[in-house]
């Protein structure tokens, strides 16, 4: 007999690529995870060339550079995205590095199935402000400097002895970096740290971690935890 487990299939949408391995690593630990396509928007991509020696998966590019050249409109652009994205049937969209922000038609084409990764802590919805789990009080880190911007915003206060930022998985909504989350950690910011350093360490220390619980959060359990992923046998 022969028990196959059905599995959720994920589409990736990076930039350069980062964080494409850890993605990939973690469909390939969880017999309930299949990576299914990957997509960038840069002209070239490292996870993508990876991809393409390393694995079976697909990797496309879709270059929104081209795009702009030839006068096409954002909205445009992710109409096409959608329909390619639509094609692999996937359960869940992981942006890591997109760096673009989503129309709302491509958010209302997939609704509740895109997840992003964000380098600093967000507060669960439109607050502007965030409280990290040692009680200090800081700016939501939004848009694409959230790294640069907490170490600015610690400079100018140098009386706080305990800065700190992080990282956070959360769903994607039409308010850029909004929420709901799913996961968040903290990093502390240490003396001297430059915005690659502190990039940096959020990234190995973090953010590849909480990307793939946050995958494997997605799937549907029941009470119990069980996944209700459904089973076939031959």
């Known amino acids: 007999m022969v028990i196959v487990v059905e599995k959720m299939k994920i589409a990736a949408l990076i930039g350069g690529g980062g964080r494409l391995k850890s993605i990939y690593e973690c469909c390939e630990n969880d017999p309930r995870l299949e990576l299914v396509a990957v997509f960038s928007h840069k002209n070239e991509s490292s996870g993508i060339e990876w991809l393409k020696e390393k694995t079976d998966v697909p990797g496309i590019y879709l270059r929104w550079s081209e795009w702009k050249k030839n006068g096409k409109t954002r909205e445009e652009y992710d109409q096409v995205l959608a329909k390619h994205v639509s094609e692999f049937q996937a359960d869940l969209i992981v942006a890591a590095g997109w760096n673009l922000i989503l129309s709302p038609g491509f958010l209302e084409f997939f609704p509740n199935k895109i997840i992003n990764l964000h380098p600093a802590v967000l507060p669960d919805g439109r607050r502007d402000t965030v409280i990290l789990s040692s009680g200090l009080e800081i700016p939501a880190f939004r ?78 359990t029941n009470k119990e935890g069980q996944s209700l992923l459904s089973l076939s046998m031959s």
């Open 143 to 220: 848009g694409a400097h959230a790294v640069r911007d907490a170490l600015d915003y610690f400079k100018k206060h140098p009386e706080i002895k305990t800065p700190g930022t992080g990282a956070t998985v959360h769903y994607m909504t039409e308010e850029v970096d909004a929420g709901p989350n799913i996961i968040i950690t903290e990093v502390d910011i240490l003396p001297g740290d430059t915005e690659e350093s502190l990039r940096e360490r959020i990234l190995n220390k973090e953010e590849e971690r909480i990307l793939c619980e946050a995958i494997r959060g997605t799937v549907p």
